[in-house]
Structure formats: C-alpha cells, structure tokens
C-alpha cells in the first residue's frame, strides 16, 4: 500500500486552526459520555426512571455511535468532511439541548439515541482530516493534541457531573450535564464555517459524468456492515434482556461474512467499496485494529469498576468517584501529546511500554484493594496505582492510532478511521459486558473486595494478550516507522 503524498504537497496554513475545531468537538462529545456514569442515580431520582431505562441512557448512545462510525467515515471521504463534521455537530448539540429537557424517560433514550449518531457522524471526520491537514512527525503531535484532549475530558467529565448535581440538586442536577454541551458545540460550529476549507466537489469527466468512485458511497455495504455491527454489539450492551440476544452474536458473524463477500464483488467490478479490503493486507494497519480492540476490551472497564467500588462498595459520593480518577486522566493527556511527539521515531516501542505501564497499574491496584480491605492503607493510594494506567493510555492510543493509519491512503481515511474506531467500540461493550459479569458474579458470593479483584484480574489478562500482539508485530520489524517500499492497494 502507498504511502499518502507526504511532502507532495504544501501544508495549509490553517491546519491548526481546523485541528482546533476538532479537538472543541471532540472534547464535548466525550465530556458528554464520561459525565454519564456517575450522574445515573440522579436521572433516576428526577425521572422516576427504571433500571431498563437507566440501561437504554447508555446503550443508546452506544448502538448509534457505533453502527455509523464506518459509512460516516467513508461518506466524508467521498462527499467532503467538512458538511458531515457540521452535521455531526448540530446533532450532537440539539440532541444535548433535547436530552437536557426531557420530560420523561423515552424521550430521554430518544434524544440519546440522535446524540450517538451525532457523535458518530462527527469522530471519523476529525480523523479524516488530522490524515490529510497533517504529514509526518505533525501528525503523530495532531494525534497527540487528541489524545491529551481525550485525557482531560475523561477527567472533567465525572469531576463536573458530580459538581453539577451537588450545585443544582440529586433530582435536577443531571439536566445540565447535557446542557453544558449546547456553547460548546455552537462555538464548535461557528468556527468551522468561519475556518474550515471549501469542499472540493469530485471533478468529472467531459459529459458531465462523475469519474469511477469518486461519489460511491456503497450503501449496501453501508447497511450490512451497520446491521453486522448492530448485531454483534446489542447483546454485549443489552446483556440483562435475555439468552435470546446472544442469538445475534452468530447472525451478526454472517452478516460480516456477507459484507466481506459483497465488497469483494463491489470492487471486481470497477466500482469503489466502502472500505477498501486490501487494507487489512496492510501489516500496521491490521496490527493496529486488533491491539486497539483489545486494549479498549480490557482498560475501558477500569473506570466502571472504580466508580462502582467507590459508590456502591464504599459508600462515597460520585464527587469522590470523579476524583479517583483525575490524576490518571491528567497524565494520560500529559502522556499522549509527549508520546505523540515521539511516535515517528520510537514507533510500537512507545505502544509496547504503555501497555506495560497499565499492566503495573493494574496489578498495584490489586493490592492498593486489598490493603485497603485489611484496613491498612486509605483508598486515595488508587490515586498513585491508577496513574500508571494513565500513563498506558497516552502511550497507547494514540502512538497506536498514529501508526495504525500511517500507511492509510487520503482517499480511504475515514472509513478507515472508522473501521479503528469501531473495533474501539466492539472492544468496550464486550469487555464491559464480559468483566462487569465476572465482577458481579464474584460478588454474588464475596464482597465488593473481591469483586474488583477479580474485575482487575481480568483485564489484566486482555492486556497482557494485547501486549503479546504487540510485541510479535514489534518483533516482526512492521512496528517501526522504517522506510521501505510499498505497493498500493489492490
């Protein structure tokens, strides 16, 4: 696969400017979904909600996200992502506006529902452009401007959800944690249409017609790889309906199967596919995809656990529940713009090392629990153990997500994006659904101490799988930014 025209062109001189749009979206979207976790029992207490309509404010928002990551993606990179990023935007902001009004439970999970598809239509557009504004070691410090985004808005968004129920009160307080949204993506907008870049419409050939691809958007493989991702997440995020859903795992598997065959057949026949098979014959990119996927399958569920431990197993306030974990999300961001810097030159080392960090993180926790259990240490000690684990995720996604794409052509970008960020998503909800049950099984029978143990003990175990996959691809050569000839796609 070739490499994209890095150096081919001159850099825009309002990159920076277009970087910082993104990252304004990027943050209030993802404040939008840490706040949720611990402003639960206040939804529950204004609304009169049941546990099921508690379950659907999460999984909503995740089913949407996730199913229209990949068509968004490829949409962006055929009809401009500019008008896309927009879009995604306005309905994430209405949807917050929407959720913040609510009157009763369904109309809650509904405007939850368009809020996860806003999301989902705007984070493949934010890397599509970091892919083409930026080239070389900028775009690993792009990726790395993201990634300390990313740790402080997992770090404000408990922090301020707590805040904002103890200042407007357990039964009101959750209506401002979706509309502390609204100036933000209002700004977001205003400066995209003041800064962002005209589209470039397609060209066309004399006559009038479109050249091949240049506006296929695959809607076929659209739909199947969006019911293929439907099926195979609703029963990890929906697990306490019932055995039936687990029927969908396998019928989902067919539908993936269906969509590969389909993309083969789309493309033999001149026309251009949703996502661009070849890419997986890519060493980094394929590579990527899976140490992503199971290190979201693993960590994500750090965070549920601790602020389960803290509320429910310890008794304290989801103020408190915020805290523990602001240290680790401050270093995290502190971790991923240093790491993002660095990238180009270290390559999967850097990715190698942060897997490290939280696999020592996650076993000194352990034993921060246990102590804590025997009465011998304070809980705050989480505050030193977890910060390791904050280390890891600087050094991990975004290094990670940088060298994953590196070999990605412009044109593919999006939906490529997409695909990683997908993978992202599969990995959460079956980690949440699978450690989260290990964790409250064991507690059927012990006690929260031996539940998080047992939770931390899992997820140690995806991440040392992860570390396995990284370490092969490292051996192999492939993870080092090395300078070698390639062949395009195809």
Known sequence: MGRQEDGDETPDPARWRILAVLLVAIFMSLVGVSIINVVLPSIQAGLGASESDLQWVLSGYALTFGVVLVAAGRAGDVLGRKPLFIIGVALFTLSSVAAGLAPNPMSLNIARFVQGLGSGLLNPQAVGMIQQYFRGPERGRAYGALGSVVGVSVAIGPLLGGLLIQMAGQSQGWRWTFLVNVPVGVLAIVLALRWFPKVVRPQRKPGGAAR??????????????????LAILLPFVERERGDWTWLLVPAGAG????????????????????????????????????????????????????AMYMQSGLGRSALQAGLIGLPAALISAVSSNWSGRRVTHYGRTIVI?????????LVLSIGVVQLVDAGAISVWWLLLTLAFIGVGQGMVITPNQTLTLAEVPLTYSGSAGGVLQTGQRIGTAMGLAVITAVAFSVLIEGDWTDAITAGFAMTTAVVLVTLVVALVERGSGRGEPARRSQAPLG
């Open 255 to 306: 539908l993936l199967a269906l969509w590969v065959r389909w993309e083969h057949r789309y493309r033999s026949r001149g026309r251009s596919p949703m996502v661009d098979l070849a890419l997986f014959r890519t060493r980094s990119f394929s590579t990527g995809v899976m140490i992503a996927t199971l290190y979201f399958m693993g960590v994500t569920s750090v965070w549920v656990l601790i």
């Open 353 to 361: 090392a942060g897997i490290c960090s939280a696999i020592i993180g």
């Open 212 to 229: 091949p691809g240049a506006r296929d958007l695959d809607p076929v493989g659209a739909v199947l790889l969006g019911l293929a991702v």
